[in-house]
């Protein structure tokens, strides 16, 4: 069991500062996912917390003592990298035990804690093996298991399925889950690019964006209530729309006419000094609706992508603007080249100015 705390955290590389300002409470069994753009620094932060980069400024503590100074050896921590980075001499069972034999622990005790490691990561009928022998998606499990057999305060994972293929990556994403799991008090930090393993493993997720924390949440709390543009756009695939306009009447629902003529309706409530203020109105793909009548947005398609359960539609561009992309439910092969009207749910209409979402003012 173990709580995180990280203090006004920085890290900088002479005078350059990579991460900035990091305060973060990370609580006994959370599964907390760091995620943001490449050379966000999320990595960078997760070796700060396993000792293996120092920490320039502030402070990280684990259960109120302070680690700035302590070698990572003795922080309590077992970290899975990227590559599996297994001995191929030895079989699953003793790379498993490697690190128990170096700790001089007796064999009775290496043995129970290598077979219940392996019974946890279905890994039993593979002991005997040589990596060699093993599938990827095996190899990422004894990397994990010789983690687990550790038994660490904390469990850190450095992008541990990017050298999968996409198959091997489901798998094993949802092992990680099943393991989670069946060790309720564990905590896990886990920095990953892939927004599916963040939404699908995350108790809360940390959004990284220019050197600081965009926001934390739960995976839904950032979905649907984003608090900037970039984390918007950044959490759901495609990105959510943005389309500029200017408020045109307030109160508990705000009515924005957008530049393209269109008119949207937001349940983000405005007070009076918001009338004519420019906004950027967002609107995921999926949330938009075919309709006949006047909506927010009318445009050709110029490409679609049916894929099976949804379409995605891409509209042609108009004028500088962003591209506008819709996910609507079912088969629309049809659609290509045919103009097309889109609204969205009131409730489902996000309003953005200056970056900023409206609904945390």
Known sequence: MADLKLVNVEKAYGEVRVLRDINLDIKTGELIVFVGPSGCGKSTLLRM?????????????????????????????????????LYPHMTVRDNMAFALKIAKKSAAEINAAVEKAAKILQLTPYLDRLPKALSGGQRQRVAIGRSIVRDPKVYLFDEPLSNLDAALRVATRIEIAQLKEQMPNSTMIYVTHDQVEAMTLASRIVVLAGGGISQVGAPLELYERPRNEFVAQFIGSPAMNLLPGQVIATGAQTVVRLDNGGIARSSVPTEASDMGL?????????????????????????????????????????????????KLPGIHADLRHKTVTLSAAAHKVHLFANGESLLYR
């Open 49 to 85: 917390i396993a000792g293996l980069e120092r920490i320039t400024g502030g402070d990280f503590s684990i259960d109120g003592v302070r680690m700035n100074d302590i070698p990572p050896a003795q922080r309590g921590i077992a970290m899975v990298f990227q590559s599996y980075a």
């Open 278 to 326: 420019r906004v950027n109105v967002g609107v995921r793909p999926e949330d938009f609706l075919e309709t006949p009548e006047e909506g927010m947005f009318t445009g050709e398609v110029e490409i679609t992508e049916a894929l099976g359960e949804v379409t995605l539609l891409y509209f042609k561009r108009q004028g500088d603007a962003a591209q506008v992309v819709a």
